[in-house]
């Protein structure tokens, strides 16, 4: 009835696939009883062989026993006929999972070409060559309005800030030269080739 | 646990119906709350009015006073109207109780199914009330018929689809 009601409204959300787990899950639930019905037997019997026993009856209580024996073994088979059943529906249920996948794989595969067909190379390169230009345009104007420092002045900054740097390392050497009053011949003739460089050191000594 | 009887339950006006309107609806209202909650205690789900009628909650032995036939048709009358009785035959002598609603049943099914991740999942109705994995769930041992309405509660609320297969029915959650 309700299954009814359901297809009124819309489509019936159970697929074949559903239906056969039930019907799989159904043969289970009836061997599960079918298994709790033995295990009921077993334990009477157990009780009824004792009381045999008690009494005597030897040969009775041995053929409960081999009836035991047998239900026992039909436990051991319906046990194993579960397990079989249980594996079908995981399979299924496993199956299912998968076709979910792939139909999610598929879509985002499907919005990755459409998203393709929008972006072409051509657009791609022509926005990054925009962009290039935006960025080259946009230093120029940074370095009109920060003003006065064109590139020989940045050079000169880095040169100063390179023979600062270098001037810590020489400084040292230098101290004990001074008093030394006759200079060897090769050795005046280095400061001459290193003049340049060493100016500013000098400078920044005399500072 | 045993179940609390409450103080009126040893009170032995409390097992005549009062003539005065008011004292009778309070009379009532207890009458119905103490049957709810017997069965409650007890999952009872199907009631037949004889076999009430000789239950503790009727029938006080300790104090010798039990509720009449009439009164406790008046009872059930009164809980049917509040929707949490149904009567199963004509001449009212078995009736459904449901001392919580399909509504409720079923929103506690919902929790378990999605807190185990089964949503998506078919299962039989045997499965839910009486397999391995419910054990100790609240709706473990529900009457069938109790399951069906709560799953079509659930259904209603497009969070469940029955059908059936053959002899059996199952369901499906969402």
Known sequence: MGNLLGRNTQPSRVTEQDKAVLQLKQQRDKLKQYQKKITFQLEKERCLTKLLLKDGRKEKALLLLKKRRYQDQLLDKTENQISNLERMIQDIEFMQIEMTVIEGLKVGNDCLKSMHKIMSIEDVERILDETQESIEY??????????ALTQEDEDAVLAELHAITQGEDIAFPEVPTEPIPEVPEAARAQPERRGAKNKPDREMLAA | MSFEWP??????????????????????????????????????????VLEAQESPVFNNKKIERKLSMEAIQVVFEELRKKGNLEWLDKNKSR??????????????????????????????????INGDDTEGEEFHGLEEWMLLRSLQALQTEGKAEVFSMDDGKGVKFF
């Open chain 2, 95 to 128: 009736c459904l109780v449901m001392w919580r609603r399909p509504e409720e049943w079923g929103k506690l099914i919902y929790q378990w199914i999605s807190k185990n991740g089964m949503v998506n999942s078919v299962f039989t109705l045997y499965e839910l």
């Open chain 2, 7 to 48: 103080w009126q339950y040893n009170f032995p006006p409390f097992f005549t119906l009062q003539p005065n309107v008011d004292t009778r609806q309070k009379q009532l209202a207890a009458w119905c709350s103490l049957a709810l909650s017997y069965c409650r205690h007890h999952k009872l789900y199907t009631l037949d």
């Open chain 1, 138 to 147: 946009q230093r120029q104007i940074d370095e009109m309005l920060a003003g």
